[in-house]
């Protein structure tokens, strides 16, 4: 399993982000995958998931601001950003199915939102 992610930086509060994810070595179709922060000192945080029936799931942080999708022709996964807070600022990992096993996640990307 190759999750490599990419698409974080630093930005002003209201701005927005693409976070993007590149899958390899398994069938990505056959997997719901998510995506999960961890800020520094704290747990991580499941903020969003799509299952392999296209059922998503977010976080009530993150509703209405975060947009996940997924191309399974790319094997790709992607979380569109918008209205960012400080808040959201973490390491952003994809993880595929489950989605609690760090094994299973990639290097992760920084979002950082600050102005």
């Known amino acids: 399993v190759q999750l490599v992610e990419s698409g974080g930086g630093m930005v002003q509060p209201g701005g927005s982000l693409r976070l993007s994810c590149a899958a390899s070595?398994?069938?990505?179709?056959?997997?719901?995958m998510s995506w999960v922060r961890q800020a520094p000192g704290k747990g991580p945080e499941r903020v969003s998931g799509?299952?392999?029936?296209?059922?998503?799931f977010y976080a009530g942080s993150v509703r209405g601001r975060f947009t996940i999708s997924r191309d399974n022709a790319k094997n790709t996964l992607y979380l569109q950003m918008n209205s960012l807070k400080p808040e959201d600022t973490a390491l952003y990992y994809c993880?595929?199915?489950?989605?609690?096993?760090?094994?299973?996640w990639g290097q992760g990307t920084q979002v950082t939102v600050s102005s």
């Open positions: 993880a595929r199915a489950p989605w609690y096993t760090r094994a299973y």
């Open positions: 070595g398994f069938t990505f179709s056959n997997y719901d």
């Open positions: 799509i299952s392999t029936g296209g059922s998503i």
